[in-house]
């Protein structure tokens, strides 16, 4: 079993920044898929960035050049740095991990407002 908890969100300005860290449990294993969803009310989940298996990035193009993921494999812990948000970066972010199975966090609510 694997458990997820995200930390981190909470309410900023346009242009400002978060971090989000997500610690998880378990049997983990560093090549693991892992990493950043998030889902808006009224939208569906998307991906926001992730570790793919074997450790390469992969992020949404909305993101890209505002947002980084990073991995601490001694703490199973993985961050999300959230530079120049925009409000339509409000939303529920979940953590993602894959291993033999979806696992998800609780979500943790982030709010840019305008």
């Known amino acids: 079993q694997v458990q997820l908890v995200e930390s981190g969100g909470g309410l900023v300005q346009a242009g400002g920044s978060l971090r989000l860290s997500c610690a998880a449990a378990g049997n983990i294993f560093s090549r693991n898929p892992m990493g950043w969803y998030r889902q808006a009310p009224g939208k569906q989940r998307e991906l926001v960035a992730t570790f793919t298996t074997g450790g390469s990035t992969n992020y949404a193009d909305s993101v890209k050049g505002r947002f980084t993921i990073s991995r601490d494999n001694t703490k199973n812990t993985v961050y999300l740095q959230m530079n120049s948000l925009k409000p339509e970066d409000t939303a529920v972010y979940y953590c993602?991990?894959?291993?033999?199975?979806?696992?998800w966090g609780q979500g943790t609510q982030v709010t840019v407002s305008s």
């Open positions: 993602y991990y894959y291993s033999f199975g979806d696992y």
